[in-house]
């Protein structure tokens, strides 16, 4: 058996460029993931409890939060990299994530709007 | 051309992006050599589009809940209903799962089936324990008058939870399967293909759950 290099091999989405005598590696990985994970988790359920953040900015912290967790999922549990075996997976990502922000931002910016142009709906508006 | 030039060494690329070893092309074709990728990558790839189409129809049900949020109908808020304890307990469970759906990968692996199955036990332990915990949740807000007929921020709220809920439980049935098929077939390539993609799906489910325990619950119970 030849030296094993896994930089020879394919690696399909979810896969990390590991061979298999690197399990300690790969558990080390998902420890720091689930770490990382817990401490921002945490820190998400406490800002809105402490006096640290400024009232108006803890929605800006939690949303800062989100996005720093779904950052650790998406490179310690599935493994994203920017490696070139990762290209297609990244782009794919980022044309997911480019909707996503399309159909959040357009429906709350749209509906948003039309909430501030329409008139208030007074009882004497209200039909029977 | 000579055939001098197919059998001098390439000098190696220190990013790896040209493979251009003659005696290893044939492990990586990925990479534009020897034909097409392998079946495990089309398979995760192919499964990867699927969990972005999730998302995307995910988002649509996140925008209409931003949109709803505010049409409580003179009825609860979210303030008045969310109880925090119980969803920082469901994220732990989410969590954890996801956690130890990793060591099952890891466990796959390395071709360790004990360690694979116990991992995998684990996984649906907390996965049940967090579907029970949801559906506990909406039988009491059932159960005193905010259901999802209550008023339209609530009807968002039950779609968009419920939704996930839905997912976390077709998954367990997934893994139930995944957990038959490795125990009656062993690790064949397609039950490894299968599990791949099944830990996509579980690690993707915690990503969408990260997103709603943020928007829905913190952010809800704020205002």
């Given amino acids: 058996m030849t030296h094993y290099d896994p930089h020879d091999v394919d690696t399909a989405p979810g896969d990390e460029l590991l061979s298999e005598y690197e399990f300690g590696a790969g558990l080390r990985g998902y420890l720091i993931g689930l770490a990382l994970a817990v401490l921002l988790t945490a820190a998400s359920f406490w800002a809105p409890h402490t006096g640290l953040i400024w009232g108006p900015g803890i929605p800006v912290a939690l949303v800062v939060f989100a996005i720093a967790q779904m950052g650790v999922h998406l490179v310690f549990f599935l493994h994203v990299t920017t490696g070139p075996d990762n290209t297609n997976t990244v782009m794919a990502l980022a044309f997911g994530i480019l909707i996503v922000v399309l159909i959040i931002g357009g429906s709350i910016w749209i509906m948003e709007s039309m909430n501030y142009n329409m008139m208030p709906l007074g009882p004497a508006m209200v039909q029977p | ?223």
């Fill in chain 2, 1 to 223: 051309m000579t055939t001098a030039e197919f059998t001098a060494p390439h000098p190696r690329d220190p990013h790896h992006l040209g493979h251009r070893h003659a005696a290893h092309a044939h492990r990586a074709p990925g990479h534009g050599e020897g034909g097409p990728a392998d079946k495990r990558i089309v398979v995760g790839y192919g499964f990867w589009i699927f969990l972005l189409s999730d998302i995307v129809m995910f988002s649509a049900f996140f925008a209409a809940f931003a949109v709803l949020e505010r049409g409580t109908a003179s009825g609860p808020t979210g303030a008045d209903l969310f109880d925090m304890t119980n969803v920082a307990i469901e994220t732990g469970c989410l969590l954890a799962s996801s956690f130890t759906c990793g060591l099952a990968s890891l466990a796959i692996a390395a071709r360790r089936a004990l360690w694979f199955h116990l991992a995998m036990a684990v996984t649906f332990l907390f996965g049940l324990a967090f579907v029970l915990l949801e559906m506990r949740e909406f039988a009491g807000l059932v159960a005193e008058g905010a259901g999802p007929t209550r008023s339209a921020f609530l009807s968002a709220f039950f779609t968009l939870v419920g939704c996930h809920g839905l997912h976390v439980t077709c998954g367990l049935l997934w893994l139930l399967t995944m957990m038959a098929q490795v125990y009656a077939k062993g690790f064949r390539p397609h039950v490894l293909r299968r599990f791949l993609c099944f830990s996509l799906f579980w690690h993707a489910l915690d990503i969408i759950w990260v997103a709603l325990f943020t928007v829905v619950y913190l952010m809800g119970a704020m205002t």
